[in-house]
């Protein structure tokens, strides 16, 4: 089993940033790392991804205002999320795209005010 420990949120204005961060306990080398994010009343969405090489993947809402990455010696991925728009409020969850199973984190509260 893989818990993932994600750093506080937190309550910004409209054009603020804020940024998460995902600590695994064990290694994340050679696993694929996301974040996903759940607003209310909706599904959970894919945010980003990114590989073990740093290579980044952006839903279309974030790119250019998104920054995923990833420090394998710390076993942490990051998300940098800049001009926060209300839309992107709900909760941001960590993931671990492990062979057998994923491992999630316990979700942290963005909220972005207008």
């Known amino acids: 089993q893989v818990h993932l420990v994600e750093s506080a949120g937190g309550l910004v204005q409209a054009g603020g940033s804020l940024g998460l961060s995902c600590k695994a306990s064990?290694?994340?080398?050679?696993?694929?790392m996301a974040w996903y994010r759940q607003a209310p009343g909706k599904n959970r969405e894919l945010v980003a991804t990114?590989?073990?090489?740093?290579?980044?993947y952006y839903v279309e809402s974030v790119k250019g205002r998104f920054t995923i990455s990833r420090d394998n010696a710390k076993n942490t991925v990051y998300l940098q999320m800049n001009s926060l728009k209300p839309e992107d409020t709900g909760v941001y969850y960590c993931?671990?795209?492990?062979?057998?199973?994923?491992?999630w984190g316990q979700g942290t509260q963005v909220t972005v005010s207008s």
């Open positions: 993931n671990y795209r492990g062979i057998r199973s994923p491992y």
């Open positions: 064990r290694s994340i080398f050679d696993i694929v």
């Open positions: 990114i590989t073990s090489g740093g290579s980044p």
